[in-house]
């Protein structure tokens, strides 16, 4: 009996995908352009969103060979995310608040949030320790449940529970600030 490959595993499908299976590594972008789309949208102006994706899957393209199971599938290709935000931001030389600003207020962006609104939400965020900007970008960036952020972040349950209540409150003071 034939199984889905749909139905494998993260590290069985980065397992065929390094031997070059080339399948398999499409499902694994299938499985991730969603998280990795909605946790590039929260860090990047939107014109940059798309390009930046694509950056993100060329380089676990490049890289799978590389890639070694220290950490899951999940861990490592929001890692290469994280890596081409700095990229972007390294390469035009403004900061992501500058970038921002130059936004105009007459163009909602997703939600009717206007501009200003997403830049303030973001500069906010930009304040806040990593580990927090972290846990709120897994749960509203991404929709993770909290048992999934949990297992992400390797943390009990109570402890993801517990880390995103005090970073809703930190978020919570900074944009009152």
Known sequence: MQH??????DEHLA??????????FEILCDRYLPQVYNRLRARLPPEAVE??????????????KRYRRRSSFRTWIMAIARHKIADYYRHRERRPEEIALAETESNPGPGGQSWNERVWVREALAQLPEHYQEILLL?????LPFQQIADVLEISLEAAKSRYRRAVQAMA???ED
């Open 4 to 9: 889905d490959p749909h139905d494998l595993s």
């Open 139 to 143: 749960r509203f960036a991404e929709g």
């Open 15 to 24: 397992s065929q995908a390094r031997a070059g299976e080339r399948e398999a």
């Open 173 to 175: 003071q900074a944009l």
């Open 51 to 64: 390009d930046v994706t694509q950056e993100v899957f060329m380089a676990a393209l490049t890289g799978i």
